[in-house]
T-cell receptor, first 112, second 115 residues
Framework: GQNIDQPTEMTATEGAIVQINCTYQ??????LFWYQQHAGEAPTFLSYNVLDGLEEKGRFSSFLSRSKGYSYLLLKELQMKDSASYLCAVRPSTDSWGKLQFGAGTQVVVTP | AAGVIQSPRHLIKEKRETATLKCYPI?????VYWYQQGPGQDPQFLISFYEKMQSDKGSIPDRFSAQQFSDYHSELNMSSLELGDSALYFC??????????????FGPGTRLLVL
C-alpha cells in the first residue's frame, strides 16, 4: 500500500523554528510536495523536491532523502499566520506528472 | 497572477439530488485534477484530465462523472447524492515546468453539504 506519515500536531513559539518530518512508502516516486492549508481553504503550494538535498525558499526549506523515504519542512522565524495544516504529498508515479498522494497533515500551532 | 476558479463555492443539496461543480484552470494549464477532502481528512484523488482526455481515475464513485471541455474548464457531475458526499471538492490545475516537472495549483474549493 501507500503510506505517508507525518506528526498530527506541533506547537511552537512565534519567532522560533519548527521542523515537520514526513516519511513515505509508495509504489513509485517522482517528487515530494509540501502544501500549506488554512482551515476550509485550498492547499497552497510551498515546495517541491525530486532530487536529494535541501531546497530553500525564504523562511521555508524542504529536504529530501529518497533512499530513506524521508523529507522535512523547516519553518523559520515563525509568525502567527503560519498557524495552519502542512500537508506532505508524494507523486507515486514513474512519470513527472500525475495525481498526488497526501499525508494526513500536521497542524502547526504558533503561540505568542 | 490568475488562479484556479471554482464554482459554486458553497452548495447545499438533498439526498438523491444531483450537483455540478465547475473548475476553470489557470490560463495555459492543460491538466486538471479533482480531489475530495472530507472533514479532518487529507485530499483524496478522484479523477484527472489532460488535453480534454481522462488521464487517470482514483476512488471516484460510479455516481460521479467528469469531463474537460475545449476551453480546458472541467465539470464534476454528481448524481444520487448521499450524506457521505458532503466534503470539500478541490480542483487543481498544472502544466509541465522547464525541467519537465509538474506542480499542481489548487482552487479555493467547493464546499458541498448533502442534507
Amino acid at each position: 500500500g501507500q503510506n505517508i506519515d507525518q506528526p498530527t500536531e506541533m506547537t511552537a513559539t512565534e519567532g522560533a523554528i519548527v521542523q515537520i518530518n514526513c516519511t513515505y512508502q509508495t509504489s513509485g516516486f517522482n517528487g515530494l510536495f509540501w502544501y500549506q492549508q488554512h482551515a476550509g481553504e485550498a492547499p497552497t503550494f510551498l515546495s517541491y523536491n525530486v532530487l536529494d538535498g535541501l531546497e530553500e525558499k525564504g523562511r521555508f526549506s524542504s529536504f529530501l532523502s529518497r533512499s530513506k523515504g524521508y523529507s522535512y519542512l523547516l519553518l523559520k522565524e515563525l509568525q502567527m499566520k503560519d498557524s495552519a495544516s502542512y500537508l506532505c504529498a508524494v507523486r507515486p508515479s514513474t512519470d513527472s506528472w500525475g495525481k498526488l498522494q497526501f499525508g494526513a497533515g500536521t497542524q502547526v500551532v504558533v503561540t505568542p | 497572477a490568475a488562479g484556479v476558479i471554482q464554482s459554486p463555492r458553497h452548495l447545499i443539496k438533498e439526498k438523491r439530488e444531483t450537483a455540478t461543480l465547475k473548475c476553470y484552470p489557470i490560463p495555459r494549464h492543460d491538466t486538471v485534477y479533482w480531489y475530495q477532502q472530507g472533514p479532518g481528512q487529507d485530499p483524496q484523488f478522484l479523477i484527472s484530465f489532460y488535453e480534454k482526455m481522462q488521464s487517470d481515475k482514483g476512488s471516484i464513485p460510479d455516481r460521479f462523472s467528469a469531463q474537460q471541455f475545449s476551453d480546458y474548464h472541467s465539470e464534476l457531475n454528481m448524481s444520487s447524492l448521499e450524506l457521505g458526499d458532503s466534503a470539500l471538492y478541490f480542483c487543481a490545475s498544472s502544466e509541465l515546468g522547464l525541467a519537465g516537472e509538474e506542480t499542481q495549483y489548487f482552487g479555493p474549493g467547493t464546499r458541498l453539504l448533502v442534507l
